[in-house]
């Protein structure tokens, strides 16, 4: 019998960085944060401006996770 050496172990991706991601998906689903017309930002209403909000903490949390989980070979 020939000795055979076992696959390699393959790493997990389950990290409790990606818990962070979890407020950028829940976060522009509460309607009551921008359901209203003031207050206004640069004359745009709080809708637009509180969307671009979430649109930065989703980028935040993105590159957060990102670079505390990627792999450094």
């Avoid at 976060?27 to 509180?50: I, Q």
Wanted: glycine share 4%.
């Amino acid at each position: 019998m020939s000795a055979q050496t076992p696959p390699p172990e393959r790493g997990t991706d389950r990290s409790p960085w990606n818990w962070l991601l979890l407020p950028a998906v829940v976060v522009p689903l509460l309607t009551f944060l921008f359901n209203r017309d003031e207050p206004r930002l640069f004359g745009f209403p709080a809708f637009y401006w509180v969307q671009m909000a979430f649109i930065l903490l989703g980028v935040a949390c993105t590159t957060v996770v990102y670079r505390m989980t990627r792999r450094r070979d």
